[in-house]
Structure formats: structure tokens, C-alpha cells
């Protein structure tokens, strides 16, 4: 768990990613990967690389009737991995199991300065469904959650 727990942190120094950080702090206090009650559903996928982790991703499904058809997931690649299609494969593997629950609508949100993550979602046919003005405050900054979603 340690060794998800340290890529996921260090997967974010470089661009800020509100949703990954609250995905560390769960994974840390709860030690629990997989989760299933009567309230939600948690996977997380990692990728390795000589043994070492290296990515993730995370889906969160919420159980209750009016939202049981969604799922937020969260990606991240350590820094020193990325540009070698990790990300990618992690995206696509979230998405088939996503589907084969039975999930409509995968979202995230991110920060408007983490432009790499906006970027690389769309290219994946994610849409930006809605912008939420000065929603995070970083660094003494107000920034812009981007709202972001994928229609399975």
C-alpha cells in the first residue's frame, strides 16, 4: 500500500491534481484498495514496471440508485514514466471495467493550471462538461475546476 500511497504523491508534485491528493490521504488512513458496501465501490488498478509501481488508476462508484450509473475515476503516471503509453493503458483499463459494471458516465475534475491532465483526457474522448470559476485556492491562487466527462 506504501508504494501506491508514494507513487500517487509523487505523481503530483509536478501539476496539481486535488482529486489524486484526496485518493493519497483515503488510501493512507483506510490501507483499503477495494471497498464494496451498500454506499460504494472502490477499484484501483496500478501499473508496474521492474516491480515497482509506477501508475494508477482509481474508480470510485457510488451505489446509491440516482448516481449508481457513474463513477469518478483518477489516473496518475509518476513523472519519470510518462510519455511511454502507461497512462493510456491504466485509461483503458478503468474505462472496461467501468463498463462491465454497467457504468454511463465516468468524471474527474481537475485544477484549469493542470493542463497536461485536460489535455491528455480529451485526446481520449473525455469532454469538458463545465468550468467551476475560482474553485480551488493554490498556492494563494484562486484557480478553475475543470469539469470533465466520459460517456461509455
Not at 511511454?84 to 459494471?101: D, N, P
Not at 457504468?103 to 489535455?119: C, F, H, Q, R, W
Not at 470559476?133 to 461509455?152: K, S, T
Request: with cysteine; aromatic share 6%; net charge negative.
Amino acid at each position: 500500500m506504501g508504494a501506491l500511497v508514494s507513487v500517487i504523491r509523487d505523481s503530483l508534485t509536478v501539476d496539481r491534481y486535488i482529486l489524486g491528493e484526496t485518493l493519497a490521504d483515503v488510501v493512507d488512513h483506510e490501507e483499503v484498495l477495494l471497498r464494496h458496501n451498500e454506499l460504494q465501490s472502490r477499484v484501483v488498478f496500478v501499473a508496474t514496471v521492474g516491480g515497482k509501481v509506477v501508475g494508477w488508476v482509481h474508480l470510485d462508484h457510488p451505489e446509491r440508485e440516482a448516481l449508481a450509473h457513474t463513477a469518478m475515476l483518477t489516473l496518475g503516471v509518476h513523472r519519470d514514466h510518462r510519455g511511454h503509453g502507461i497512462g493510456e493503458k491504466l485509461l483503458e483499463r478503468g474505462q472496461r471495467w467501468a463498463e462491465a459494471v454497467g457504468t454511463e458516465k465516468l468524471y474527474n475534475s481537475v485544477p484549469a493550471t493542470n493542463e497536461g491532465a485536460i489535455e491528455f483526457l480529451s485526446e481520449h474522448g473525455w469532454e469538458i462538461e463545465a468550468t467551476r470559476e475560482r474553485h480551488y485556492l493554490i498556492d494563494g491562487e484562486h484557480v478553475d475546476e475543470v469539469m470533465m466527462a466520459y460517456y461509455c
